[in-house]
């Protein structure tokens, strides 16, 4: 599967952002979700997981109650809703993809098989 996250872009603090990552392929619900995130000098981070039904959902600790993530296995694509955006929130966005019939960690990026090439968000404060 080949993705391709879009949606990046500047956003005053507070403001809302959503981000969409589209999959190639006919059987994108076979595949789970992960974001990811990384700053400037700083390691990639957890932002969130979904599973290929959509059932599931998980966040990191510092998006919580913030973000959201959904999909759309019709259209091949899985959205993240940022709200309440902060300065902290800026940095490069990454989907990435893998099977969801993998059960090793998925706070753990190299468990994902297939990323797209990330899209920039920056919070001004």
């Known amino acids: 599967v080949q993705l391709q996250a879009s949606g990046g872009g500047l956003v005053q603090a507070g403001g809302s952002l959503r981000l969409s990552c589209a999959a190639s392929?006919?059987?994108?619900?076979?595949?789970?979700v992960g974001w990811f995130r990384q700053s400037p000098g700083k390691d990639r981070d957890f932002v969130g997981y979904?599973?290929?039904?959509?059932?599931?959902?998980d966040y990191g600790d510092s998006v919580k109650g913030r973000f959201t993530i959904s999909r759309d296995n019709a259209k091949n694509t899985v959205y993240l809703q940022m709200n309440s955006l902060k300065s902290e929130d800026t940095a490069v966005y990454y989907c990435?993809?893998?099977?969801?019939?993998?059960?090793?960690?998925?706070?753990?990026?190299?468990?994902?098989?297939?990323w797209g090439q990330g899209t920039l968000v920056t919070v001004s404060s």
């Open positions: 990435a993809a893998r099977s969801a019939y993998y059960s090793s960690d998925y706070r753990y990026g190299p468990s994902f098989d297939h």
């Open positions: 392929g006919r059987t994108f619900s076979s595949y789970a």
């Open positions: 979904i599973s290929g039904s959509g059932d599931s959902t």
